[in-house]
Nanobody
């Protein structure tokens, strides 16, 4: 059983920034061999994958966040990060991390609200 704990969300004005963290623990020794991803779910919408990072550090982004979000990882801490810059109201959602394609149980997520 793997536990995922997301943190770092909050209320931010349009154009602002946040840094999200996701710590993995439980029945894994390390995430260093695993691809990881950040997902988000806005009210009334399906959960979507917004960023991925391979075990080798290659990254990929949804078109809607490309150039604004940056995914990174610290394998020693079993932690994945998502830097959110130039935030827009449409980025408002609960953000989750997981091992694509959502292999593990979901954590509680962290709420990001972009509003003036």
């Amino acid at each position: 059983q793997v536990q995922l704990v997301e943190s770092g969300g909050g209320l931010v004005q349009p154009g602002g920034s946040l840094r999200l963290s996701c710590a993995a623990s439980g029945s894994i020794f390390s995430i260093y061999t695993m691809n990881m991803g950040w997902y988000r779910q806005a009210p009334g919408r399906q959960r979507e994958l917004v960023a991925t990072i391979t075990s080798g550090g290659s990254t990929n982004y949804a078109d809607s966040v490309k150039g604004r979000f940056t995914i990174s990882r610290d394998n020693a801490k079993n932690t994945v990060y998502l830097q959110l810059n130039s935030l827009k109201p449409e980025d408002t959602a609960v953000y989750y991390c997981n091992r694509p394609p959502a292999i593990w149980s979901w954590g509680q997520g962290t709420q990001v609200t972009v509003s003036s």
